[in-house]
């Protein structure tokens, strides 16, 4: 069974960065797609970045070039850079994990990013 632990939430000042980081334990290697979803109150959940066993990415518009989504140590871990944060940004942040080949679609507890000053 995969699961995933998440690290890295916070409280920023707008403007700042964090770093966020997903790692997928079990017998598993080469994810076909890790991705970061987000949350904020009262709204759905919401892609923010994944990024395919291929390397190749995909970022939500209101991204613009602020987050960077990085995979390592076998495609495992999942890392989200977030630059120049905006209070909008405030949310959960749920790592996801997705491989159809094993059937997989596993889900991380959520890491708590707070943008305030």
């Known amino acids: 069974q995969v699961q995933l632990v998440e690290s890295g939430g916070g409280l920023v000042q707008p403007g700042g960065s964090l770093r966020l980081s997903c790692a997928a334990s079990?017998?598993?290697?080469?994810?076909?797609?890790m991705a970061w979803y987000r949350q904020s109150s009262g709204k759905e959940r919401e892609l923010v970045a994944k990024?395919?066993?291929?390397?190749?990415?995909e970022y939500a518009a209101f991204v613009n070039g602020r987050f960077t989504i990085s995979r390592h140590s076998d495609k495992k871990v999942a890392d989200l850079q977030m630059n120049n944060l905006k209070p909008e940004d405030t949310a959960v942040y749920y790592c996801?994990?997705?491989?159809?080949?094993?059937?997989?679609?596993?889900w991380g507890q959520g890491t708590a990013v707070t943008v305030s000053s």
């Open positions: 079990g017998r598993v290697q080469n994810i076909y797609e």
């Open positions: 990024q395919f066993s291929s390397g190749r990415t």
């Open positions: 996801n994990a997705r491989d159809p080949g094993i059937v997989l679609d596993a």
